[in-house]
C-alpha cells in the first residue's frame, strides 16, 4: 500500500510536468504556476488515489483526475479571494493571486486552470488510464459537482446568504434556519468537489451501487466535517501553521457556524460530526488505513 507522502509526492510531479509543458503566454503560466504548485495538502486529489489504492487498483491510472480536480479546486481558490467575492490576501502562506499578479490576471489563470482540466481528463484517456465510457462519466461527473448544479451554486448561495443576513444576526429565533442555510450553501460549495474524487473513484473502478452509495454518504459528511473545521481555524488558528490570514469571516461579517453558535458549541458539533464521520469509514469497503491516516493529518 502506498503511503500518503508518497502520493502527494506523485501528484505535486505530475502537476509540475503538465504546467511545464503547457504552452501559454509566460506570464500566465507564471500566475498559473505559482497557485497551483503552492505548498497545499492535496485533499482531493490524495482521496480519489487512495481509493484507487484502498481497492487494489493501480492508483497511477488516477494521476489525471486526481490533477484535473486540483486545477479545478485551485481555481475556485484563486476566485474566492478575489475582492468581488471573499478578498482576501493570504493563501497557502503567499500573497493570494489577485495581490501578486493584479485581479484581471488572477481572473484569467483561475479560468485557465478550469478549462485545462478537462484537457487532462481527456489525456488520461489517451494514456489509456480509462477508456472512453469512463471518460464521459468523468466529465459529466465534474462538470455536475464543479458547475451551476455544484459548487458555483453553493458559492452563489455564499452570496445571497451574505447578503441578505445582516438583519438576521442578532435574532435568534432565526438561528435554526440560517444554519440550515449555512449547511446547504456548504454542502455545494464545499461537500460536492470534497465528494467528487470518491465519485470517480468509483467509477474508475466500476465499484457497484451499493459501495458507491457507502462513499456518496462518506464524502457529504467529510465535507461538512472539513467545513466546520475551516470556519473554527478561521477564528482560532495562527495564520504562520494554516498559511490563511485569521479572522477573514469575522472581518467580513460572514454567517458561519462559530458565528451562529459560539465557538465552544461549534467545537462540540465539529466533535460529533467527526464521530459519525469515524463511524462511515468503517463501513467503506476496501482497505482504509491510509485513508483513516488522512483523516487524523486533517482533524
Same mark, same amino acid.
Given at each position: 500500500?502506498?503511503?500518503?507522502?508518497?502520493?502527494?509526492?506523485?501528484?505535486?510531479?505530475?502537476?509540475?510536468?503538465?504546467?511545464?509543458?503547457?504552452?501559454?503566454?509566460?506570464?500566465? #503560466?507564471?500566475?498559473? %504556476?505559482?497557485?497551483?504548485?503552492? *505548498? +497545499? $495538502?492535496?485533499?482531493?486529489?490524495? =482521496? &480519489?488515489? !487512495?481509493?484507487?489504492?484502498?481497492?487494489?487498483?493501480?492508483?497511477?491510472?488516477?494521476?489525471?483526475?486526481?490533477?484535473?480536480?486540483?486545477?479545478?479546486?485551485?481555481?475556485?481558490?484563486?476566485?474566492?479571494?478575489?475582492?468581488?467575492?471573499?478578498?482576501?490576501?493570504?493563501?497557502?502562506?503567499?500573497?493570494?493571486?489577485?495581490?501578486?499578479?493584479?485581479?484581471?490576471?488572477?481572473?484569467?489563470?483561475?479560468?485557465?486552470?478550469?478549462?485545462?482540466?478537462?484537457?487532462?481528463?481527456?489525456a488520461g484517456y489517451r494514456t489509456q488510464s480509462?477508456?472512453?465510457?469512463?471518460?464521459?462519466?468523468?466529465?459529466?461527473?465534474?462538470?455536475?459537482?464543479?458547475?451551476?448544479?455544484?459548487?458555483?451554486?453553493?458559492?452563489?448561495?455564499?452570496?445571497?446568504?451574505?447578503?441578505?443576513?445582516?438583519?438576521?444576526?442578532?435574532?435568534?429565533?432565526?438561528?435554526? #434556519?440560517?444554519?440550515? %442555510?449555512?449547511?446547504?450553501?456548504? *454542502? +455545494? $460549495?464545499?461537500?460536492?468537489?470534497? =465528494? &467528487?474524487? !470518491?465519485?470517480?473513484?468509483?467509477?474508475?473502478?466500476?465499484?457497484?451501487?451499493?459501495?458507491?452509495?457507502?462513499?456518496?454518504?462518506?464524502?457529504?459528511?467529510?465535507?461538512?466535517?472539513?467545513?466546520?473545521?475551516?470556519?473554527?481555524?478561521?477564528?482560532?488558528?495562527?495564520?504562520?501553521?494554516?498559511?490563511?490570514?485569521?479572522?477573514?469571516?469575522?472581518?467580513?461579517?460572514k454567517i458561519t457556524y462559530p458565528s451562529l453558535?459560539?465557538?465552544?458549541?461549534?467545537?462540540?458539533?465539529?466533535?460529533?460530526?467527526?464521530?459519525?464521520?469515524?463511524?462511515?469509514?468503517?463501513?467503506?469497503?476496501?482497505?482504509?488505513?491510509?485513508?483513516?491516516?488522512?483523516?487524523?493529518?486533517?482533524?
Amino acid at each position: 500500500m502506498t503511503t500518503i507522502d508518497e502520493l502527494r509526492q506523485a501528484l505535486d510531479i505530475f502537476l509540475q510536468l503538465h504546467l511545464a509543458e503547457l504552452e501559454t503566454h509566460p506570464l500566465l #503560466k507564471e500566475a498559473m %504556476s505559482y497557485s497551483l504548485l503552492a *505548498r +497545499g $495538502k492535496r485533499v482531493r486529489g490524495l =482521496l &480519489l488515489l !487512495l481509493t484507487l489504492d484502498a481497492h487494489g487498483a493501480s492508483w497511477q491510472r488516477g494521476l489525471h483526475p486526481a490533477a484535473a480536480i486540483e486545477f479545478i479546486h485551485c481555481y475556485s481558490l484563486i476566485h474566492d479571494d478575489l475582492p468581488c467575492m471573499d478578498d482576501d490576501y493570504l493563501r497557502r502562506w503567499l500573497p493570494t493571486s489577485h495581490v501578486k499578479f493584479g485581479e484581471g490576471m488572477a481572473v484569467l489563470a483561475g479560468d485557465a486552470l478550469l478549462t485545462e482540466a478537462f484537457g487532462i481528463l481527456y489525456a488520461g484517456y489517451r494514456t489509456q488510464s480509462y477508456n472512453g465510457e469512463t471518460l464521459a462519466q468523468l466529465l459529466l461527473q465534474v462538470s455536475a459537482s464543479a458547475g451551476a448544479t455544484g459548487m458555483i451554486r453553493g458559492q452563489v448561495e455564499d452570496i445571497l446568504l451574505q447578503e441578505s443576513s445582516q438583519p438576521l444576526k442578532d435574532d435568534m429565533r432565526h438561528r435554526d #434556519k440560517m444554519l440550515q %442555510s449555512v449547511r446547504e450553501m456548504h *454542502r +455545494g $460549495k464545499t461537500g460536492e468537489m470534497i =465528494l &467528487l474524487p !470518491l465519485m470517480m473513484a468509483c467509477g474508475i473502478l466500476h465499484l457497484p451501487e451499493e459501495a458507491a452509495t457507502l462513499y456518496r454518504s462518506f464524502g457529504y459528511q467529510l465535507g461538512k466535517v472539513y467545513q466546520i473545521h475551516d470556519d473554527l481555524i478561521d477564528y482560532l488558528a495562527d495564520p504562520e501553521i494554516t498559511g490563511k490570514g485569521r479572522g477573514r469571516d469575522q472581518r467580513h461579517g460572514k454567517i458561519t457556524y462559530p458565528s451562529l453558535l459560539g465557538v465552544d458549541q461549534t467545537q462540540e458539533l465539529l466533535r460529533e460530526e467527526k464521530h459519525y464521520l469515524e463511524s462511515l469509514l468503517k463501513h467503506l469497503p476496501g482497505n482504509q488505513e491510509q485513508l483513516a491516516l488522512l483523516l487524523q493529518s486533517l482533524f
